[in-house]
């Protein structure tokens, strides 16, 4: 399934230079993404991008593919309580470093309502201080990791149907010469339906369609992948967010009461 960096930098140019694989790729594909025309980039894929311990380690590790890093987001999607990386965006974790005996010490922090939340698009979700959801996270991912570019698929996705199973063969497909996708695909918990139906699937009809793997590199290492830590925040954040958002929330109240 996974390519090794250092393969995956030496193939993605020589892949790249090869016009008429990339016009095989658009023909399958139907439509390159604007951000993938130019160069290759480096890609992590998520709903929404924030800056989590992923993000960080997807912008050191873009850095040493020598790649651009982009987040291309999926902001159409809905947001759901039952998803546990969709959970996470709504009620953050940070961490204090290691508790001794018992374990990482934590905080969390919750930044949206579920109950009005809950199966609406990311893009009508609000925090409770009433800021876009979608927005609040962005300003954090700019403010921490400015050198992350996000670049919303929602369209992209939507006409190839907006299903998992019809859209992601099509989207491994942009990485077999467009760039680099980095991702861990987990075969064990919550994700290992997902993985098994729509992501293997997927990458063999590529494969077959092409000859070719997709470059897809372990977004953290294997033996760590399944670790919460990954979708945890830095500590310094959470100050500057309570007293943000306990200041912007008395704000919403009072314009609400008026």
Same mark, same amino acid.
């Given at each position: 399934m996974y390519v090794l960096l250092e393969e995956a930098k030496r193939i993605v140019w020589r892949r790249w230079r090869d016009t008429?694989? +990339?016009?095989?790729?658009?023909d399958y594909a139907g439509e390159i993404p604007e951000f993938l025309r130019h160069e290759p980039r480096a890609v992590l894929a998520r709903h929404v991008a924030t800056p989590n311990? %992923?993000?960080? =380690?997807?912008?050191?590790?873009a850095k040493k593919a020598g790649l651009t890093a982009y987040c291309c987001g999926y902001v159409g999607d809905k947001f759901c309580t039952k998803n546990p990386d969709k959970l996470l965006l709504g009620k953050m974790t940070f961490s204090h470093g290691k508790g001794g005996k018992s374990g990482d010490? *934590?905080? #969390? #922090?919750?930044?949206?309502?579920?109950?009005?939340?809950? $199966?609406?698009?990311?893009?009508?979700? +609000?925090?409770?201080?009433?800021? $876009? /959801?979608?927005?609040?996270?962005? =300003? /954090? /991912? !700019? !403010?921490?990791? &400015?050198?992350?570019? *996000?670049?919303? *698929?929602?369209?992209w *996705?939507?006409? =190839?149907? $907006?299903? &998992?199973? /019809?859209?992601? &063969? =099509?989207?491994l497909a942009l990485f077999v010469c467009h760039g680099i996708l980095f991702d861990n695909f987990h075969t064990e918990g919550h994700e290992e339906e997902f993985t098994k139906e729509i992501i293997q699937p997927a990458l063999e009809k590529v494969k077959k369609r092409f000859g070719l793997k997709?470059?897809?590199? &372990?977004?953290?290492?294997l033996e760590? %992948? +399944?670790e919460p830590y990954w979708s945890w925040y830095p500590e310094h954040l959470e100050q500057a967010l309570r !007293?943000?958002? %306990?200041?912007?929330?008395? !704000?919403?109240?009072? #314009? +609400?009461h008026r």
């Open positions: 008429a694989l +990339r016009q095989e790729v658009k311990f %992923e993000f960080t =380690r997807f912008d050191e590790t010490s *934590i905080t #969390c #922090c919750k930044v949206m309502n579920f109950n009005r939340g809950d $199966g609406k698009p990311f893009t009508d979700v +609000r925090t409770l201080w009433e800021e $876009g /959801l979608v927005d609040f996270h962005h =300003r /954090l /991912l !700019a !403010a921490e990791l &400015p050198d992350i570019v *996000i670049a919303d *698929i929602t369209e *996705i939507n006409k =190839r149907g $907006g299903k &998992p199973a /019809l859209f992601w &063969p =099509r989207l997709p470059l897809v590199v &372990p977004m953290v290492p760590e %992948e +399944r !007293a943000e958002s %306990e200041q912007q929330v008395r !704000a919403a109240i009072v #314009c +609400r």
